[in-house]
């Protein structure tokens, strides 16, 4: 099995590195996450300007874009293998999603 895993809260956050230390327990890994904190951005894609990604050194990757953005490259060919399931978070706090209107 192969897992992608991305968040909205930044590849700096300390719940994405305990996630992907789990996971990979039990399957291959990637991770790709927004590089800063993009909480609240919900399904929001960048389709303004280009995207630009980097690899870092503990082999995670970032992206100046949304969360969405992040997986949607991930899942279409950035990485060699394809991924089976994405796994999103550790996030701090409540994970509200669609279930907040504004």
């Not at 809260?9 to 993009?38: C, F, H, W, Y």
């Not at 990485?79 to 509200?96: H, M, Q, R, Y």
């Given at each position: 099995?192969?897992?992608?895993?991305?968040?909205?809260?930044?590849?700096?956050?300390?719940?994405?590195?305990?996630?992907?230390?789990?996971?990979?327990?039990?399957?291959?890994?990637?991770?790709?996450?927004?590089?800063?904190?993009?909480?609240?951005?919900?399904?929001?894609?960048?389709?303004?300007?280009?995207?630009?990604?980097?690899?870092?050194?503990?082999?995670?990757?970032?992206?100046?874009?949304?969360?969405?953005?992040?997986?949607?490259?991930?899942?279409?060919?950035?990485?060699?293998?394809?991924?089976?399931?994405?796994?999103?978070?550790?996030?701090?706090?409540?994970?509200l999603g669609d279930d907040v209107l504004y």
């Amino acid at each position: 099995m192969h897992i992608l895993i991305s968040n909205d809260d930044g590849v700096s956050a300390p719940g994405i590195e305990a996630l992907a230390r789990e996971m990979k327990t039990i399957a291959s890994v990637d991770v790709i996450a927004p590089d800063r904190n993009q909480s609240g951005s919900s399904h929001a894609l960048t389709l303004n300007r280009p995207l630009h990604v980097r690899k870092l050194a503990n082999n995670f990757y970032c992206v100046d874009g949304t969360p969405t953005d992040c997986v949607h490259m991930g899942l279409t060919g950035l990485f060699e293998t394809p991924a089976d399931i994405v796994v999103s978070g550790l996030n701090k706090g409540a994970n509200l999603g669609d279930d907040v209107l504004y």
